[in-house]
């Protein structure tokens, strides 16, 4: 049979898995680069223009400790599945400045989960394990899923999704979200059926221009009853508080400072 890849809905609709002509476009980071030991990324990433010109000692010496920490913290707010909190030890990473704060990513190093930053917010995070781009490269895997019963139901999808976005400090309204998400359940095509998946997708929608900015998702397993997925595009998110001296930090001088922040913000 032909194979079949993940692809999402409307959010009014089920999601379900299509066929390979419809294939998704692959997340920035996740599975591509297994490296063998801890440290920088060997992986070449585009710098936009926001970025600020160079690293410095100072940066570099508070940025994976600020990631690290950021890091452990969502393990402790959101109860994932890690025996100890990670180190420099157990983890690969990347970063640059930009005027906004931090942008790059840190990951464990077994690739099971993945944070991303982005001007100065968490804009991603992943659990490779059980978020949803897994089915999509395994029928078998797919169909196997698909056997087992959800511990949760779509309300209580919800209420986690809503207590892991409010223990990042994010209020719906006050980010221009909806207050009210949308929940769906994945379902998988096979043979004719549609069968339920224990994933979940939930939604909070841009307030303002839905159609172009996708808000926030989350998708919550109904087999660990825990966040695995994380996406935040919301415009009006706060970002994450910097050192006072950031900029000093990064040898940029006070002229150059009102310079950078006449440019538009991202």
Same mark, same amino acid.
């Given at each position: 049979?032909?194979?079949?890849?993940?692809?999402a809905?409307?959010?009014?609709?089920?999601?379900?898995? !299509?066929?390979?002509n419809?294939?998704? +476009?692959?997340?920035?980071?996740?599975?591509?680069?297994?490296?063998?030991?801890p440290?920088?990324?060997? &992986? *070449? @990433?585009?710098?936009?223009?926001?970025?600020?010109?160079?690293?410095?000692?100072?940066?570099?010496?508070?940025?994976?400790?600020?990631? !690290?920490?950021?890091?452990?913290?969502?393990?402790?707010?959101?109860?994932l599945?890690c025996d100890?909190? &990670?180190?420099?030890?157990? /983890?690969?990473?990347?970063?640059?400045p930009?005027?906004?704060?931090?942008?790059?990513?840190?990951?464990?190093?077994?690739?099971?989960?993945?944070?991303?930053?982005?001007?100065?917010?968490?804009?991603?995070?992943?659990?490779?394990?059980?978020?949803?781009?897994?089915?999509a490269?395994?029928?078998?895997?797919?169909?196997?899923?698909? *056997?087992?019963?959800?511990?949760?139901?779509?309300?209580?999808?919800?209420?986690?999704?809503?207590?892991?976005?409010?223990?990042?400090?994010?209020?719906?309204?006050?980010?221009?979200l909806?207050?009210?998400? *949308?929940?769906? @359940?994945?379902?998988?095509?096979?043979?004719?059926?549609?069968?339920?998946?224990?994933?979940?997708?939930?939604?909070?929608?841009?307030?303002?221009?839905?159609?172009?900015?996708?808000?926030?998702?989350?998708q919550?397993?109904?087999i660990?009853?825990?966040?695995v997925?994380?996406?935040?595009?919301?415009?009006?998110?706060?970002?994450?508080?910097?050192?006072?001296?950031?900029?000093e930090?990064?040898? &940029?001088?006070? /002229?150059? @400072? &009102? +310079?950078?922040?006449?440019?538009? /913000?991202?």
């Amino acid at each position: 049979m032909q194979a079949s890849i993940l692809s999402a809905q409307q959010t009014n609709r089920p999601l379900r898995v !299509l066929p390979n002509n419809k294939q998704a +476009k692959p997340l920035p980071w996740g599975t591509t680069t297994n490296l063998a030991a801890p440290g920088w990324s060997k &992986v *070449k @990433q585009p710098r936009p223009l926001d970025s600020i010109g160079t690293n410095t000692p100072a940066f570099d010496a508070w940025a994976v400790p600020f990631m !690290l920490s950021y890091a452990n913290s969502i393990l402790n707010l959101w109860k994932l599945q890690c025996d100890k909190p &990670v180190s420099t030890n157990d /983890t690969t990473w990347y970063y640059y400045p930009s005027r906004l704060g931090l942008c790059g990513n840190i990951a464990t190093i077994n690739r099971r989960y993945v944070w991303s930053f982005n001007f100065g917010r968490m804009d991603l995070f992943m659990d490779e394990d059980y978020f949803a781009r897994n089915i999509a490269y395994s029928d078998e895997f797919g169909e196997r899923l698909s *056997k087992i019963k959800s511990n949760i139901s779509k309300d209580e999808a919800r209420k986690i999704a809503e207590d892991a976005l409010h223990a990042l400090g994010i209020s719906p309204r006050k980010s221009g979200l909806r207050g009210q998400p *949308k929940v769906t @359940q994945y379902l998988y095509e096979w043979g004719g059926k549609q069968l339920p998946l224990p994933l979940f997708l939930v939604k909070w929608e841009d307030m303002e221009e839905p159609d172009n900015w996708p808000g926030v998702e989350m998708q919550v397993s109904g087999i660990i009853d825990r966040v695995v997925s994380y996406s935040n595009h919301a415009p009006k998110t706060p970002r994450l508080p910097l050192p006072t001296n950031y900029f000093e930090m990064l040898g &940029v001088s006070p /002229t150059n @400072q &009102v +310079k950078i922040f006449r440019a538009k /913000t991202p």
